[in-house]
């Protein structure tokens, strides 16, 4: 017998069967083992006792489950000879979740010996004596390999050939897909830190209008019968740019721009509210010119008083298109409002934990505005007028934001 046979009949003590002679007819024994529903698996409350050593801390396995395998073999003068080996299973919770899983135990015996025992019992006799020094086995776990010393079976009560084979498959089998499992489980974590890290790095804009249905038509020009750019998905989304009527300026790609229909989108909450509202801050006639390129909670970057040294939502905004021309003071101001009041709508939920809004301007010629979060909701409530806003807010520098400057 090779050394690698041998070594594998060792790994897997737990197919070894337990071996015990009845004089009884086959269809005796198994009508009491179905009654004592031995061919049905059970809970085992521990594993300890019931288990030879396995090299893991046995209070470490948890749900264990037990089931008989069970052979009934003809004996001599009518008798029947019952060959049992118990599979125990547990769930091993291991420090590290990634190596927890379900594995197969060795059995010590303990199991096998206490059915062929309760059998006995039930059929009200005691094993042939001819037969009971052979076929019994001691409860500590034994290979039947013949010719090996120890060895507790006769060639006519060994397992089927193939049984410890059949045995190391099944747990090579669990094995693997362990393996499998925790390589896979190693790539999706892999495969979510990426995406969770493109997510950080990306900032969706706020001012996207939807297509509610599709085969939308987008338009050159504002007006029925114009031509048709193409046609819209469900659910497509551009950038706003300004309202003309009942017609929505939109972004489509770089510098492509066309019309929708203010009926067929669906529209953010604050640019909605400002299209309805008549005391709006800035003209619905200019672009917005800018888009959110990204924001951050942070202390504030500037030396204000109101301000200084607090935590304060900041947006960095750019250009929507290297050659837009509506980049002057009302542009940045017009934008830097509809923040403010994107922020104030969505701050009155929970009270947020920063003192203030600014917005940086990344394009040639910059600037940042800032402004306290008690003087942004009054003047989203209306209680405060637009140049009296302005005149409390921090401008910097006050020249990029003079309303008659141009770039």
């Known amino acids: 017998m090779s050394l690698s046979l041998l070594l594998a009949g060792l790994a897997f003590a737990q197919a070894v069967p337990y071996a015990r002679t009845y004089l009884k007819s086959k269809e005796e024994v198994d009508s009491a083992l179905k009654e004592m529903q031995a061919y049905a698996g059970q809970k085992l409350p521990i594993v300890e006792g019931f288990v030879a050593a396995t090299g893991k801390p046995l209070d470490q396995f948890e749900h264990a489950f037990y089931e008989y395998s069970i052979d009934l073999l003809p004996g001599t003068s009518g008798a029947t000879i019952v060959r049992v080996s118990a599979k125990i299973t547990a769930w091993f919770a291991d420090r590290d979740p990634a190596k927890s899983g379900y594995e197969v135990l060795p059995s010590n015996g303990r199991l096998e010996l206490d059915l062929l025992d309760r059998l006995e019992e039930k059929l009200g006799g005691k094993p042939s004596s001819s037969t009971q020094r052979r076929l019994i086995i001691a409860p500590k776990p034994k290979i039947d390999l013949p010719g090996l010393p120890g060895a507790a ?35 999706l974590n892999l495969e979510l830190q990426g995406l969770q890290e493109i997510q950080k790095n990306q900032v969706r804009p706020s001012n996207l209008v939807v297509v509610k249905k599709p085969g939308t038509p987008v338009l050159a020009k504002p007006e029925q019968g114009a031509r048709v750019l193409f046609s819209a998905a469900e659910e497509d989304e551009f950038e706003f740019i300004r309202a003309e009527g009942e017609w929505i300026h939109v972004s489509i790609s770089g510098p ?23 005391n709006e801050m800035p003209s619905d006639d200019t672009p917005l010119a800018f888009r959110i390129a990204r924001e951050e909670n942070s202390s504030f970057p500037g ?31 017009k ?26 301007f990344d394009s040639a010629d910059g600037g940042m505005v800032g402004a306290t979060l008690e003087n942004i909701r009054k003047m989203a409530l209306g209680s405060l007028s637009s140049d009296s806003f302005w005149k409390l807010s921090y401008l910097d520098p006050p020249e990029a934001f003079q309303p008659l400057r141009k770039n």
């Open 153 to 187: 079976y006769s060639p006519a009560t060994s397992p089927a050939p193939n049984s410890q084979a059949s045995g190391g498959d099944e747990l090579d089998s669990l094995r693997t897909q362990r393996e499998t499992a925790e390589k896979r489980m190693q790539e």
């Open 335 to 360: 934008f830097a409002a509809s923040l403010f009041q994107k922020f104030s709508a969505d701050s009155t939920r929970p009270a947020p934990e920063v003192a203030g809004v600014v917005v940086i």
């Open 256 to 278: 492509s721009r066309g019309y929708i229909r203010r009926s067929n989108l669906e529209l953010p909450e604050f640019i909605a509210r400002r299209l309805k509202s008549p």
């Open 303 to 333: 030396n204000w008083e109101m301000l200084r040294g607090k935590s304060v939502k900041i947006y960095t905004v750019q250009p929507v298109s290297p050659g837009f021309e509506d980049t002057d003071a009302q542009a940045k101001l």
